[in-house]
Nanobody
Framework: QVHLVESGGGLVQAGGSLRLSCAAS????????MAWFRQAPGKERDFVAA??????KYADAVKGRCTISRDNAKNTVYLQMNSLKPEDTAVYYC???????????????????WGQGTQVTVSS
């Protein structure tokens, strides 16, 4: 059974940094896209970043402030977030493709595995 477990969320002041981690178990995702999404209260779940063997993709809202990376030996994907803003406040979810697409998908329905989410709160 596949599990994705996020960690690293918390409360941070505007301008601060956080590093989120997502540890996968049950299968490896070396060739699959893994991604981060976020969902603020009352809003839809939005794409943040994704990476696979071909590269990375970022939402415009976080480009230049966030970096997605992964350690395949640990089956873990990370999201380094810098210069955080109050509007970054959300629950952050890790996702992994169930089938390789080689397209770095940005839609929630294109990911078959999800973590439980980790709360990020940025105070002004």
């Amino acid at each position: 059974q596949v599990h994705l477990v996020e960690s690293g969320g918390g409360l941070v002041q505007a301008g601060g940094s956080l590093r989120l981690s997502c540890a996968a178990s049950g299968r490896t995702f070396t060739t699959h896209s893994m991604a981060w999404f976020r969902q603020a209260p009352g809003k839809e779940r939005d794409f943040v970043a994704a990476n696979d063997l071909s590269g990375e993709k970022y939402a415009d809202a976080v480009k230049g402030r966030c970096t997605i990376s992964r350690d395949n030996a640990k089956n873990t994907v990370y999201l380094q977030m810098n210069s955080l803003k109050p509007e970054d406040t959300a629950v952050y979810y890790c996702a992994a493709e169930s089938r390789v697409s080689e397209r770095l998908p940005q839609n929630t329905w294109e990911y078959g595995y999800w973590g439980q989410g980790t709360q990020v709160t940025v105070s002004s």
